[in-house]
Structures are given as C-alpha cells and as structure tokens.
C-alpha cells in the first residue's frame, strides 16, 4: 500500500480511538483490512468490559476472524493507533496478519520497537511488516487529551 492509503485507512482507526476516548477509554482504534474492505474494528473497552484484554487490535482481530469464518487473517493489514503491547502482537503473529500500520511508539509497553520487538526473535514463526509514525501528529493528540483530562480530574478528587 501506498502512504495516502495508509492515511486513508488509518483516520478510520483514529475514529474507532475517539469512540474511546468518549467512552472514558484509552483512546487506541484499530481497523482490519483485506484488500479494500473493513473486515474488523475496535477500541479499547477493558475498562467498561472490565477485560484486559479487550484492548482495540484483539477485537478487530475478532471480529476479522468471525468476518472471514477463519483464525487466519492471511493478507490482511491492521491500523492501530498505537504501537501494540506484546499480547496484541502475540495475536497478530497468531493469526498470521500479513501487515501492521500504526501511529504512535508506545515507549511503556511497544512489543514492536520501542521496548521489544518480538517479532524478530528468531523463534517467532511468522513475521509481520511494519510502517509506523502514519498520522503520528492525531494518534499522539488524542492521548494526550485524554491524559490530560485524567490528570486534570485527580486534582479534583
């Protein structure tokens, strides 16, 4: 894919983050593609599910598997919002996603580059390729709203 379609497909992720950012959610979204079509989406919701792993990559992935009727997302891209965590990473190289797009490092918990990469360990048996810093300017501004925000109300309590 293209940089423009990267951008394309990665403003719909930013829609699925701002869901959660007024959900009172970490603001991430994810959106899964296979060739032109939306297979999955997500955001994050472990705090209204009370499930931490329901963070947006794991549910697109869901929903991309139950749209395919397959556990293989084989030629499909993910656009998150923010560098996953190893657990979301774990499922991706699962299901054998062919490609990963995200915004913004994630320099606590990044299982991509910034803390880890998993997925040049030579006993990961799948490699997914990678374009980060894609819309990086929205994907860092909605969390730091939201941040900010969460700041700002423990000041109040």
């Known amino acids: 894919m293209n940089q ?9 992720a930013i829609d699925m983050a701002n869901i959660a950012l007024t959900a009172g959610e970490v603001p991430v979204g994810a959106v899964l593609v296979k060739h032109t079509n939306i ?7 472990s ?3 009370n499930d931490p792993s329901a963070h947006a990559e794991i549910i697109a992935i869901r929903e991309g598997g139950n749209t395919l009727k397959n556990y293989r997302l084989l030629n499909t891209t ?5 560098e996953p965590c190893m657990m979301c990473l ?4 699962h299901s054998r996603l062919h490609r ?4 913004i490092h994630d320099i606590k918990t990044g299982a991509v580059k910034s803390v880890m990469n998993i997925s040049n360990y030579s006993w990961v048996n799948h490699k997914i ?6 819309l990086s300017r929205e994907c860092v501004s909605l969390l730091n709203t939201f941040f900010t925000d969460v700041r700002a109300k423990k000041n109040y309590n």
């Open 90 to 93: 774990g499922a991706m190289i």
């Open 47 to 49: 705090i209204s599910k």
């Open 39 to 45: 297979i999955g989406k997500g955001w994050n919701s």
């Open 129 to 134: 390729k990678t374009t980060d810093g894609i």
């Open 100 to 103: 990963l797009v995200y915004g």
């Open 78 to 82: 993910l656009y998150v919002t923010l």
């Open 4 to 12: 423009l379609q990267d951008e394309y497909w990665m403003r719909y």
